[in-house]
């Protein structure tokens, strides 16, 4: 199964708070069947202890070493929010991705994410897209070497 599928992708979301952003990425994770539903607890308990706002208007969301027993398969979410959400000293997130990986998988998972969402103009492009095959092509494509 693929780490990205279309269903575990929700494009124009209206989300209210970081909270309600990382509860729309945990619940389609777990609406996909790759967690159960503790693990979007460990998101939550993982912002609060150290945002995950990554810069660019991108979050990576992701459980707590512990919540790893309630991951059953690797994968991400992507939720969309055009207007961008208020995450952290006023810097607003775009794009909200879920991480839920076992073992070391999610370095794998970072390194395809680091690429694509290191150009504000990219994220952009995803944040305006009404297209989510798009959000999925740019997202699991293979890093182009240099």
Do not use: C
């Not at 209210?16 to 509860?23: V, Y």
């Amino acid at each position: 199964m693929s780490i990205l599928t279309l269903d575990r992708i929700k494009l124009n979301a209206t989300v209210e708070s970081k909270k309600d952003a990382i509860q729309q990425a945990g619940d389609l994770l777990v609406n996909s069947g790759s967690i159960q539903a503790e693990y979007v607890a460990g998101m939550h308990e993982r912002e609060d202890s150290m945002s995950t706002y990554l810069g660019n208007g991108v979050a990576i969301p992701h459980g707590m070493h512990e919540s790893i027993q309630y991951i059953n398969e690797s994968s991400i979410s992507v939720v969309q929010i055009p207007e961008g959400v208020e995450w952290e000293d006023g810097e607003k997130a775009f794009l909200v991705i879920g991480i839920a990986a076992q073992s070391d998988d999610h370095i794998v998972i970072l390194s395809n994410l680091a690429e694509v969402v290191e150009e504000m103009d990219a994220v952009m492009a995803l944040a305006k897209t009404d297209d989510a095959q798009f959000i999925l092509d740019q997202l699991t494509a293979e890093p182009q070497p240099e």
